[in-house]
Protein backbone atom coordinates (compact mmCIF):
# COMPACT_ATOMS: atom_id res chain seq x y z
CA UNK A 1 0.00 0.00 0.00
CA UNK A 2 1.33 3.42 -0.94
CA UNK A 3 2.06 5.89 1.88
CA UNK A 4 0.54 9.42 1.38
CA UNK A 5 4.39 10.21 1.49
CA UNK A 6 4.41 11.50 5.15
CA UNK A 7 1.66 10.29 8.14
CA UNK A 8 0.77 13.21 8.77
CA UNK A 9 -2.05 14.05 6.56
CA UNK A 10 -4.23 15.89 9.33
CA UNK A 11 -7.36 18.07 8.51
CA UNK A 12 -6.47 20.08 11.13
CA UNK A 13 -3.46 22.59 10.40
CA UNK A 14 -0.59 22.75 12.78
CA UNK A 15 -0.75 26.20 12.69
CA UNK A 16 -4.01 26.10 14.62
CA UNK A 17 -2.61 24.42 17.52
CA UNK A 18 0.46 26.95 17.46
CA UNK A 19 -2.24 29.71 17.96
CA UNK A 20 -4.11 27.61 20.66
CA UNK A 21 -0.97 26.82 22.72
CA UNK A 22 -0.80 30.30 23.25
CA UNK A 23 -4.33 30.74 24.39
CA UNK A 24 -4.87 32.35 28.24
CA UNK A 25 -7.49 29.83 28.46
CA UNK A 26 -6.13 26.46 30.18
CA UNK A 27 -8.76 24.39 28.54
CA UNK A 28 -7.67 25.92 25.21
CA UNK A 29 -4.15 24.76 25.42
CA UNK A 30 -5.17 21.39 26.98
CA UNK A 31 -6.53 20.97 23.30
CA UNK A 32 -3.61 22.10 21.39
CA UNK A 33 -1.38 20.09 24.12
CA UNK A 34 -3.11 17.17 23.70
CA UNK A 35 -4.95 16.68 20.25
CA UNK A 36 -3.62 19.21 17.24
CA UNK A 37 -0.21 19.00 14.89
CA UNK A 38 1.83 16.44 17.17
CA UNK A 39 3.96 14.87 15.20
CA UNK A 40 5.56 12.11 16.95
CA UNK A 41 2.26 11.05 18.54
CA UNK A 42 0.63 10.72 14.50
CA UNK A 43 3.90 9.14 13.33
CA UNK A 44 3.13 6.66 16.15
CA UNK A 45 0.40 5.96 15.33
CA UNK A 46 1.04 5.10 11.80
CA UNK A 47 3.41 2.35 13.26
CA UNK A 48 1.10 1.33 15.09
CA UNK A 49 -1.55 0.31 12.59
CA UNK A 50 -2.54 -3.31 12.81
CA UNK A 51 -3.25 -5.25 9.73
CA UNK A 52 -6.48 -6.08 8.75
CA UNK A 53 -7.41 -9.51 8.82
CA UNK A 54 -7.70 -11.06 5.12
CA UNK A 55 -10.93 -11.92 5.46
CA UNK A 56 -11.86 -8.15 5.99
CA UNK A 57 -10.49 -7.05 2.55
CA UNK A 58 -11.75 -7.20 -1.13
CA UNK A 59 -14.29 -9.53 -0.95
CA UNK A 60 -16.57 -7.56 -2.75
CA UNK A 61 -16.73 -5.55 -5.95
CA UNK A 62 -17.56 -2.38 -6.07
CA UNK A 63 -17.93 -0.28 -2.45
CA UNK A 64 -16.76 -1.66 0.63
CA UNK A 65 -16.38 -0.06 3.94
CA UNK A 66 -15.59 -0.99 7.57
CA UNK A 67 -15.52 1.06 10.79
CA UNK A 68 -13.79 0.09 14.05
CA UNK A 69 -14.45 2.10 17.70
CA UNK A 70 -11.11 3.30 18.74
CA UNK A 71 -13.05 3.67 21.98
CA UNK A 72 -10.81 6.49 22.83
CA UNK A 73 -7.58 4.86 23.02
CA UNK A 74 -4.59 6.60 20.44
CA UNK A 75 -3.28 3.03 18.99
CA UNK A 76 -3.09 0.62 17.96
CA UNK A 77 -5.51 1.47 15.04
CA UNK A 78 -8.05 -0.35 14.01
CA UNK A 79 -9.82 -0.99 16.95
CA UNK A 80 -12.88 -3.25 17.28
CA UNK A 81 -14.99 -3.18 13.71
CA UNK A 82 -18.94 -1.78 14.56
CA UNK A 83 -20.45 -1.84 11.25
CA UNK A 84 -18.57 -3.47 7.59
CA UNK A 85 -20.61 -3.15 4.26
CA UNK A 86 -24.32 -4.01 3.99
CA UNK A 87 -24.92 -3.38 8.00
CA UNK A 88 -27.72 -1.60 8.88
CA UNK A 89 -26.58 1.71 10.75
CA UNK A 90 -25.91 1.32 14.82
CA UNK A 91 -26.70 3.37 17.66
CA UNK A 92 -23.54 5.36 17.17
CA UNK A 93 -23.72 8.20 15.26
CA UNK A 94 -20.06 8.86 14.43
CA UNK A 95 -19.94 5.13 13.33
CA UNK A 96 -22.84 5.87 11.11
CA UNK A 97 -21.36 9.34 9.81
CA UNK A 98 -18.10 7.76 9.02
CA UNK A 99 -19.75 4.85 7.14
CA UNK A 100 -22.28 6.98 5.23
CA UNK A 101 -20.03 9.71 4.27
CA UNK A 102 -17.23 7.15 2.88
CA UNK A 103 -19.59 6.14 0.64
CA UNK A 104 -20.96 9.56 -0.66
CA UNK A 105 -16.81 9.94 -1.07
CA UNK A 106 -16.73 6.54 -3.04
CA UNK A 107 -19.91 7.41 -4.97
CA UNK A 108 -19.08 11.21 -6.31
CA UNK A 109 -15.27 9.31 -7.52
CA UNK A 110 -17.33 6.40 -9.67
CA UNK A 111 -19.96 8.62 -10.84
CA UNK A 112 -18.11 11.56 -11.41
CA UNK A 113 -14.70 10.58 -12.56
CA UNK A 114 -15.62 6.84 -13.33
CA UNK A 115 -12.83 5.76 -10.54
CA UNK A 116 -13.22 2.80 -7.85
CA UNK A 117 -11.99 3.80 -4.99
CA UNK A 118 -8.50 5.25 -3.87
CA UNK A 119 -6.41 2.89 -6.21
CA UNK A 120 -8.76 2.98 -8.82
CA UNK A 121 -9.48 -0.92 -8.21
CA UNK A 122 -12.10 -1.44 -5.15
CA UNK A 123 -9.74 -0.53 -2.13
CA UNK A 124 -11.86 -1.43 0.79
CA UNK A 125 -12.33 2.15 2.30
CA UNK A 126 -11.45 1.92 6.34
CA UNK A 127 -12.57 3.88 9.02
CA UNK A 128 -11.45 4.26 12.87
CA UNK A 129 -13.78 6.72 15.26
CA UNK A 130 -13.64 7.42 18.48
CA UNK A 131 -9.82 7.89 18.49
CA UNK A 132 -8.01 9.36 21.35
CA UNK A 133 -4.38 11.37 22.57
CA UNK A 134 -2.21 9.08 24.24
CA UNK A 135 -2.52 11.56 26.92
CA UNK A 136 -6.12 10.50 27.22
CA UNK A 137 -7.88 13.10 25.82
CA UNK A 138 -10.08 12.77 22.69
CA UNK A 139 -8.35 13.70 19.54
CA UNK A 140 -9.44 16.88 17.78
CA UNK A 141 -8.44 15.86 14.39
CA UNK A 142 -8.67 13.27 11.55
CA UNK A 143 -5.99 12.13 9.69
CA UNK A 144 -5.25 9.79 6.80
CA UNK A 145 -2.20 7.87 7.52
CA UNK A 146 -1.37 5.82 4.13
CA UNK A 147 -3.68 2.91 5.28
CA UNK A 148 -6.94 4.00 6.69
CA UNK A 149 -8.83 7.59 7.89
CA UNK A 150 -9.10 7.95 11.64
CA UNK A 151 -11.08 10.54 13.27
CA UNK A 152 -11.32 12.19 16.83
CA UNK A 153 -14.38 13.58 18.79
CA UNK A 154 -13.07 16.81 19.62
CA UNK A 155 -13.43 18.44 22.98
CA UNK A 156 -17.03 19.23 22.67
CA UNK A 157 -16.37 22.90 23.06
CA UNK A 158 -13.99 24.58 20.15
CA UNK A 159 -14.46 20.89 18.46
CA UNK A 160 -17.15 18.32 18.16
CA UNK A 161 -16.89 15.23 16.50
CA UNK A 162 -14.95 15.16 13.03
CA UNK A 163 -17.05 12.69 10.84
CA UNK A 164 -20.08 15.08 11.21
CA UNK A 165 -18.48 16.84 7.86
CA UNK A 166 -18.94 15.16 4.67
CA UNK A 167 -15.72 17.78 2.97
CA UNK A 168 -13.38 15.98 5.80
CA UNK A 169 -14.25 12.75 4.63
CA UNK A 170 -13.47 13.67 1.38
CA UNK A 171 -10.66 15.24 2.19
CA UNK A 172 -9.13 12.49 3.91
CA UNK A 173 -9.75 9.99 1.42
CA UNK A 174 -8.52 12.37 -1.21
CA UNK A 175 -5.42 12.08 -0.08
CA UNK A 176 -5.37 8.67 -0.25
CA UNK A 177 -6.65 9.23 -3.96
CA UNK A 178 -3.16 11.24 -4.13
CA UNK A 179 -1.07 8.40 -2.81
CA UNK A 180 -2.14 6.02 -5.96
CA UNK A 181 -1.88 8.79 -8.33
CA UNK A 182 0.50 11.70 -8.35
CA UNK A 183 2.01 10.45 -5.43
CA UNK A 184 2.84 14.41 -4.25
CA UNK A 185 5.77 15.07 -1.56
CA UNK A 186 4.50 16.13 1.39
CA UNK A 187 7.20 18.97 1.86
CA UNK A 188 6.74 22.94 0.27
CA UNK A 189 4.88 23.29 -2.94
CA UNK A 190 4.34 19.71 -3.50
CA UNK A 191 2.90 19.20 -0.15
CA UNK A 192 0.58 22.18 -0.45
CA UNK A 193 -1.05 20.96 -4.00
CA UNK A 194 -1.32 17.54 -1.88
CA UNK A 195 -3.45 19.34 0.51
CA UNK A 196 -5.35 21.33 -2.13
CA UNK A 197 -6.04 18.69 -4.03
CA UNK A 198 -7.54 16.92 -0.99
CA UNK A 199 -9.84 20.85 0.22
CA UNK A 200 -10.84 20.82 -3.30
CA UNK A 201 -12.59 17.61 -3.84
CA UNK A 202 -13.49 17.11 -0.41
CA UNK A 203 -15.42 20.86 -1.17
CA UNK A 204 -16.79 18.97 -4.04
CA UNK A 205 -17.99 15.68 -2.86
CA UNK A 206 -20.17 18.23 -0.48
CA UNK A 207 -21.54 20.09 -3.68
CA UNK A 208 -22.35 17.22 -5.45
CA UNK A 209 -24.04 15.44 -2.77
CA UNK A 210 -26.08 18.63 -2.28
CA UNK A 211 -26.44 19.69 -5.85
CA UNK A 212 -24.89 23.16 -5.38
CA UNK A 213 -23.86 25.23 -8.11
CA UNK A 214 -20.29 27.28 -7.53
CA UNK A 215 -22.71 30.23 -6.55
CA UNK A 216 -24.53 28.11 -3.85
CA UNK A 217 -21.83 26.69 -2.38
CA UNK A 218 -20.27 28.16 0.57
CA UNK A 219 -16.70 27.06 -0.16
CA UNK A 220 -15.87 27.12 3.37
CA UNK A 221 -14.13 23.60 4.68
CA UNK A 222 -14.67 21.52 7.92
CA UNK A 223 -17.78 23.81 9.30
CA UNK A 224 -19.64 21.15 10.64
CA UNK A 225 -16.22 19.99 13.30
CA UNK A 226 -16.36 23.77 15.19
CA UNK A 227 -18.06 23.35 18.55
CA UNK A 228 -20.36 25.31 20.02
CA UNK A 229 -17.44 27.84 22.02
CA UNK A 230 -16.35 28.22 18.17
CA UNK A 231 -16.50 31.77 16.86
CA UNK A 232 -15.32 31.42 13.14
CA UNK A 233 -16.83 29.90 10.06
CA UNK A 234 -14.93 26.97 9.16
CA UNK A 235 -11.20 25.61 9.21
CA UNK A 236 -10.42 26.83 5.43
CA UNK A 237 -12.24 28.86 2.72
CA UNK A 238 -11.61 28.83 -0.90
CA UNK A 239 -12.09 32.16 -1.19
CA UNK A 240 -10.43 35.16 -1.40
CA UNK A 241 -11.00 36.48 1.69
CA UNK A 242 -9.75 34.85 5.36
CA UNK A 243 -11.54 31.86 6.80
CA UNK A 244 -11.16 34.35 10.39
CA UNK A 245 -9.67 37.37 11.65
CA UNK A 246 -8.39 38.45 15.01
CA UNK A 247 -10.39 35.34 16.45
CA UNK A 248 -9.91 35.32 20.59
CA UNK A 249 -9.07 31.61 20.20
CA UNK A 250 -7.88 31.11 16.63
CA UNK A 251 -6.28 34.19 15.96
CA UNK A 252 -6.37 35.16 12.11
CA UNK A 253 -6.24 33.00 9.21
CA UNK A 254 -2.45 32.20 8.00
CA UNK A 255 -3.45 31.24 4.22
CA UNK A 256 -2.18 33.39 1.30
CA UNK A 257 -4.50 33.22 -1.58
CA UNK A 258 -1.45 35.33 -3.91
CA UNK A 259 2.32 33.84 -4.50
CA UNK A 260 3.98 36.91 -4.03
CA UNK A 261 2.38 36.20 -0.38
CA UNK A 262 3.50 32.54 0.28
CA UNK A 263 5.16 31.63 3.50
CA UNK A 264 8.69 30.33 2.84
CA UNK A 265 9.86 29.32 6.10
CA UNK A 266 10.51 25.80 7.71
CA UNK A 267 7.14 24.88 9.98
CA UNK A 268 4.35 22.83 8.56
CA UNK A 269 6.90 21.23 6.66
CA UNK A 270 7.39 24.15 4.42
CA UNK A 271 4.22 25.52 4.46
CA UNK A 272 1.75 22.47 3.31
CA UNK A 273 -1.30 23.95 5.18
CA UNK A 274 -0.41 27.43 4.65
CA UNK A 275 0.24 27.55 1.05
CA UNK A 276 -2.48 25.48 -0.27
CA UNK A 277 -4.63 28.54 -0.44
CA UNK A 278 -2.67 29.92 -3.12
CA UNK A 279 -3.97 26.33 -5.56
CA UNK A 280 -7.39 26.38 -3.92
CA UNK A 281 -8.01 30.18 -4.68
CA UNK A 282 -7.32 29.24 -7.82
CA UNK A 283 -9.44 26.36 -8.52
CA UNK A 284 -12.57 28.68 -6.80
CA UNK A 285 -11.97 31.59 -9.56
CA UNK A 286 -11.83 28.91 -12.42
CA UNK A 287 -15.00 27.48 -10.90
CA UNK A 288 -16.31 30.50 -10.42
CA UNK A 289 -15.66 31.78 -13.94
CA UNK A 290 -16.85 28.82 -15.58
CA UNK A 291 -19.52 28.61 -13.55
CA UNK A 292 -22.56 25.62 -13.18
CA UNK A 293 -22.07 22.66 -11.14
CA UNK A 294 -17.95 23.09 -10.26
CA UNK A 295 -17.07 19.18 -10.15
CA UNK A 296 -18.18 18.89 -14.36
CA UNK A 297 -15.74 20.92 -15.67
CA UNK A 298 -13.71 22.45 -13.56
CA UNK A 299 -13.21 19.43 -10.82
CA UNK A 300 -12.81 17.23 -14.01
CA UNK A 301 -9.54 18.89 -15.19
CA UNK A 302 -8.10 19.16 -11.63
CA UNK A 303 -8.55 15.64 -11.36
CA UNK A 304 -7.18 14.35 -14.47
CA UNK A 305 -4.45 16.76 -13.53
CA UNK A 306 -4.28 14.92 -10.53
CA UNK A 307 -4.55 11.94 -11.82
CA UNK A 308 -1.91 11.87 -14.94
CA UNK A 309 0.08 15.18 -15.31
CA UNK A 310 1.99 15.79 -11.73
CA UNK A 311 4.78 14.66 -10.90
CA UNK A 312 5.31 13.78 -6.75
CA UNK A 313 7.67 17.03 -6.43
CA UNK A 314 5.51 19.31 -8.82
CA UNK A 315 5.31 23.00 -8.29
CA UNK A 316 2.34 25.48 -8.58
CA UNK A 317 3.75 26.41 -11.62
CA UNK A 318 4.22 23.14 -12.43
CA UNK A 319 -0.09 22.44 -11.48
CA UNK A 320 -0.65 25.66 -13.42
CA UNK A 321 1.00 24.54 -16.85
CA UNK A 322 -0.77 21.24 -16.47
CA UNK A 323 -4.34 22.63 -15.94
CA UNK A 324 -3.91 24.48 -18.58
CA UNK A 325 -2.93 21.81 -20.80
CA UNK A 326 -5.53 19.49 -19.47
CA UNK A 327 -8.39 22.32 -20.28
CA UNK A 328 -7.43 22.24 -23.52
CA UNK A 329 -7.24 18.78 -24.13
CA UNK A 330 -10.58 18.14 -22.51
CA UNK A 331 -12.55 21.97 -24.27
CA UNK A 332 -10.14 23.21 -26.83
CA UNK A 333 -7.36 25.71 -27.31
CA UNK A 334 -8.65 29.11 -26.04
CA UNK A 335 -11.74 27.70 -24.99
CA UNK A 336 -13.80 29.74 -22.28
CA UNK A 337 -12.79 26.70 -20.29
CA UNK A 338 -9.08 27.20 -20.93
CA UNK A 339 -8.95 30.68 -20.55
CA UNK A 340 -10.89 30.38 -17.34
CA UNK A 341 -8.03 28.26 -15.70
CA UNK A 342 -4.98 30.17 -17.52
CA UNK A 343 -6.69 33.58 -15.63
CA UNK A 344 -6.90 31.96 -12.66
CA UNK A 345 -3.30 30.80 -12.05
CA UNK A 346 -2.82 34.63 -13.32
CA UNK A 347 -5.13 36.26 -10.64
CA UNK A 348 -2.72 33.93 -7.72
CA UNK A 349 0.42 34.94 -9.56
CA UNK A 350 1.66 31.71 -10.05
CA UNK A 351 1.99 32.10 -13.51
Known amino acids: MHLCHHPLCCFVPPYMAETLQGSDDPAVRQIALASLGNEYRTARRLLSTQPMATSLMGQLDGKERYVFDMSGASDPLPGKLVRKEGDRPVADDAANEAYDYSGDVYDFYKQVFDRDSLDDAGLPLRSSIHVGDTFGAPMSNAFFNGQQMAYGDGDGNLFTRF ?150 RATFWDAANATIAIAEQLYGTDSSEQNAVRNAWQQVGVI
Open 163 to 312: TRSLDVVGHELTHGIVSFTSKLDYFAESGALNESFADIMGSLVSQWKYSQTVTQADWYIGKEVLGPGARIQGIRTLMGEKAYANDPDFGTDPQPKHYQDRYVGGRDRGGVHINSGIPNHAFYLAAMTIGGYAWEKTGKIWYVTLKSALGS
